[in-house]
């Protein structure tokens, strides 16, 4: 699993207004590298489940964003990126803007920018 383009998915759902989507793809790759993983015998879960698992449990509600933030810029899954800090700025910004953007509060939330009624 490249955890860079999973969250690059992610950021550009959540961009579009279709967090289910996003939702959807987090909890694929985290079934698939799971079952990948428990297929090579091997145990525990890698720095990009746990980074993927905390942006689902954000979107969820139960993390706050700066709880995110803090997890994602100590996660060795994004430490090796070149741009890490500002990717890690940039993703916090966006997951905060388009929240807001759409009133997310999962799980209902009706994909409309609060100008649209």
Do not use: W
């Not at 989507?21 to 015998?41: F, P, Y």
């Amino acid at each position: 699993m490249n955890i860079i383009v999973e969250l690059d998915f992610v950021e550009s759902s959540m961009m579009q207004g279709d967090f289910g989507n996003a939702i959807r793809r987090l909890e694929s790759s985290v079934r698939k590298e799971r079952q990948r993983r428990s297929m090579a015998g091997l145990e525990g879960d890698t720095a990009e489940i746990t980074v993927l698992e905390s942006i689902l449990d954000t979107i969820r509600g139960k993390h706050t964003l700066q709880e995110l933030k803090s997890l994602l810029s100590k996660s060795t899954a994004l430490s090796t990126m070149l741009d890490g800090k500002i990717f890690l700025d940039r993703f916090t910004y966006n997951f905060a803007y388009c929240t807001d953007r759409y009133f997310l509060s999962y799980p209902e939330y009706n994909q409309k920018r609060c100008d649209d009624l």
